[in-house]
């Protein structure tokens, strides 16, 4: 588990949601992306029941050479300066301030520490638990609260040791626009992202998200977006890793497994309406696992996303690890209560969804 105190440092405000204007409120809360979030996450890991299984390891800053493995230099010197000159909002909803510089270098650096670790045979699964989020940040361009595109630079940091092929599984309730954008023209690359089906939000967001968006040149058949409709569950992320995700990553055999691990597609989640609880996180990461164990020599890295519901995210992040390192017995109960899948209601809208991937894909 890699961790740098920096990731505290980097102040996104408060608002409501995305909107700066907080002027009827009298108790404005905290923007969604805030330090509180990856400091409750953290606490649980520490404290809770997985704690005997998780070894920390202090993580470093990325070298701006490292963060220029997915980005432009000019881009990244837009970034570094714009922090420098005191920060705001350096994209619509994304905001910066001087430490931002700091926290997102850490951010990279850790994703890269986390894929060192698995490739140097230090463990056989690692976690990067970094702030700034990545994986919204297009090679030129921020986006979604995101600067630079973490598991990205990872990937290609692990292309470069010699992994031949590296699948990025994405489980984050948006979708990861900027990481398709960063590979979307290359084969040695497949990224595959589960998310809400919410379409472009924008200028800083353009690629909507759907089935249709399957790559280009090279890379056509290498970008996977499986869009699921609202209240989709833990049935449906179940089903969309059973019929849809494993069958394209057999296909793919890849060498190492990286996985862009948001909350956000939690029951009280305030970004999104996706109804997924502990249980259906930690049998996201006891899916995870198998496969990185049937694939790639178990060869698994985790990176942090998103995830705003600021306590009950740290509790499905504890879970999805509780699914990673395959203990048999779920170590934390959900502690709040849940509505239970309704199949009824849910699986006429799930059949839709993957049912568009079995005719496209052959599967």
Known sequence: MFWHDDSLRHDTGVGLGDHPDISLLAEPEPHFECAQRVANMRSVLERGPIAPHVRWREGRHATESEVALAHPAAYI???????????????????????????????????????????????????????????????????????????AIAAEHARRRGIERVAI????????????????????????SLHHDHGTWGPS?????????????????????????????????REAMERVVAPI????????LLIANGQDASQFDPNARMSVTMPGFRGLGRMARALAAELCDGRLVLV????????????????????????????????????????GVARPAIDRALGTFALRWGL
């Open 77 to 151: 010197a837009r970034v570094r300066d714009f922090c420098a000159s005191g920060g705001g909002e350096f994209e619509v909803g994304t905001r910066a301030v001087p430490a931002t510089w700091d926290a997102a270098l850490a951010s990279v650096g850790m994703s890269i520490q986390a894929v060192d670790a698995v490739l140097d045979g230090d463990a056989p699964l690692a976690y990067a638990l970094v702030r700034p989020p990545g994986h919204h940040a297009q090679p030129a361009r921020a986006d979604g609260y995101c600067f630079f595109s973490n598991i």
């Open 169 to 192: 599984l994405d489980w984050d309730v948006h979708h990861g626009n900027g990481t398709q954008a960063c590979f979307e023209h290359r084969a040695d690359v497949l990224t595959i």
């Open 205 to 237: 967001h353009p690629q909507t998200g759907s089935p249709l968006e399957l790559g280009t040149g090279e890379g056509v058949g290498y970008n996977v977006n499986v869009a699921l409709p609202p209240g989709t569950g833990d049935l449906g992320y």
């Open 249 to 256: 990553l057999r296909r793919f055999e890849p060498g190492l």
């Open 304 to 343: 942090q996303e998103g995830g705003y519901a600021k306590t009950y995210a740290a509790y499905c992040l504890h879970a999805s690890l509780e699914g990673a390192i395959g203990v048999e017995a779920p170590l934390l109960d959900d502690p709040v209560a849940f509505y239970p899948d309704d199949p």
